[in-house]
């Protein structure tokens, strides 16, 4: 198959077309942030950061995976920013042993309170046997992700405002790779408008499949019509640092971060993600990490050759089997 001569994306991906070159136009289309951009991302960020701090019992939510993005995310919070952080923590039932280890040791060793919020197994095997065999999200969006992954995500997303609402925390940040979202939306308010267009997307249709039982994991009405000046913040400040992949994994190791050895090579936290990686690949032929790797190799953090390797690498059959087992579902080898 045809790959993009200056990123991974194949010939496979929807929308693609190559120049006389071969480069896709996703490449000749998308801006790459150059180092003054970043700069200004930077000093908005801190800026931010200042106007914010201290003035409630949080100065930020942390959506934690215990995954590298996320856990050097936690670093420079708590560390380089000296941030009062709460961690929250979805537990999708398929959470690493070694990720909830991590979990429980950089959150100590940082200084981050830490919450963990645990839904039925019997609801997420649900959900997820739901988005294993089902069309539920509109195309464009399993450009992305998978459409496992994007069940999770939502409910994480959803959560995580929920819980910032709640307790009046003005910033809500994530550990998105360079990758998964422009540096655009790298500091964006969030507001009631926003929120319903996720809805929209996400929260109806899964809603609309799996059945009332999942509402309480998703803003209600009564949610949106909280006071404009006390929705947060999103931040994900990996959008504008320096991001080399060996330089986290050693920065966080240094302080007891490790990398597990029972997920698959695009996770370092979740036992579902070759399962959903299997799937998505079978159906669309195309492996769902391949946009955020593409746009980690466009910006110079990660070379050609180790993307390619990654969205060309097979899954683990023990691993799509484990999950598959859980979610009784077939994984169609």
Known sequence: MVTCSKCVLPGSFPGIQFDDAGVCNYCRNIPIPDSSEKQAHREKFEALLNSKRSTSSFDVLLAYSGGKDSTYTLYLLAREYNLKVLALVFDNGFVSDQAMANIRH????????????????????????????????????????????TTCIGMVKAMVLKTALSYHIPLVAFGWSPGQAPISSAIMQTNPRLQKFSHRSVRDPLIGLAGDELKPYFLSDMDLEVDQSLWPVNIHPLAFMEYDEDAIVEKISSFGWVKPMDTDPNSTNCLLNALANHLHRKRFNFHPYAWEIAGIVRSGSMDRNQGIAKVNQEEDRNMVNYAARLLDIDPGF
Do not use: E, N, Q
């Not at 539920?136 to 992954?149: E, G, V």
């Open 106 to 149: 950089m959150t100590g060793t940082l200084g981050a309170a830490c919450m963990v919020f645990r839904p039925p197994f019997d609801l997420m095997k649900k959900v997820f046997g739901l988005a294993a065999k089902h069309d539920i999200y509109s195309p464009k969006t399993l450009d992305r992700a998978s459409s496992i992954c």
